[in-house]
């Protein structure tokens, strides 16, 4: 890693990050169970009993990649100095996608303390099934609060990109991700009571293909040292 620039290493950074995390969620139990939604917190109590060791196991996968995509946004954050539109908009959006990057590796915890409840009996004296309850609750009530505020991140840096990387594709997948995350951001607000486990398969799929593109996209023009410091 020593003979790599600083935006090359946040290239690597981004790479590792989609890896661990493809692995991760694929591990994650229930996550192939129609009858386990995401928003279904009995079910998902339900799987992680019955696949305690996996359950651990994606958990810890899931936040090692949060926090090497957290990694590759710093490098982001030092490599763009300027104070015009767009480096504002690429180091605003840098901040609000890290600290809430941070915040969701951290809750992965929350997971982690459910499973121990259910298997371990810790809380003795209490209903553990009720502690592991409340944690997942916890868990997806924090999500369902700084997710907005993730994707407002997102958008403010990939529109700021749309200045700082080269043109064609670099710039139209950028822009793209940039309405999309504002999109998104809006309807997680509006309709984050809807309860049809469709509607959020079928957007999170959107959204997966989006920042798949919108990653692969980033970390190539960082290895090749084209994401630009300034729009001048």
Do not use: C
């Not at 790599?4 to 192939?32: C, D, H, N, W």
């Not at 810790?122 to 997806?140: E, F, P, R």
């Amino acid at each position: 890693m020593g003979a790599l620039t600083k935006l090359q290493r946040g290239a690597v950074y981004i790479v590792i990050s989609m890896v661990t995390g493809a692995i991760g969620r694929l591990l994650e139990p229930g996550i192939f169970d129609s009858d386990a939604p995401w928003n279904d917190l009995v079910a998902q109590r339900r799987v992680m009993l019955e696949n305690s060791t996996l359950e651990h196991v994606s958990s810890l996968l899931y936040a090692f990649s949060l926090l090497w995509f957290l990694a590759a946004l710093m490098t982001i954050w030092d490599h763009v100095r300027d104070d015009d539109a767009a480096g504002t908009a690429v180091r605003a959006g840098v901040l609000l996608a890290g600290l809430t990057t941070l915040i969701m590796a951290v809750i992965e915890g929350l997971d982690h303390m459910a499973v121990r409840s259910l298997t371990d009996g810790i809380g003795a004296g209490a209903d553990t099934d009720q502690i592991a309850l409340s944690l997942l609750s916890a868990k997806l009530g924090i999500i369902l609060f700084v997710w907005p505020i993730f994707y407002i991140g997102i958008a403010l840096a990939a529109f700021g990109m749309m200045r700082l990387l080269p043109g064609g594709a670099h710039r139209v997948i950028s822009g793209v991700t940039a309405l999309v995350s504002v999109v998104t951001a809006v309807l997680v607000v509006l309709v984050e009571h809807i309860e049809a486990n469709e509607f959020w398969q079928a957007m999170t799929a959107v959204l997966g293909i989006m920042f798949f593109l919108w990653a692969v996209v980033l970390a190539h023009a960082m290895w090749k040292g084209r994401l630009a410091s300034s729009a001048s």
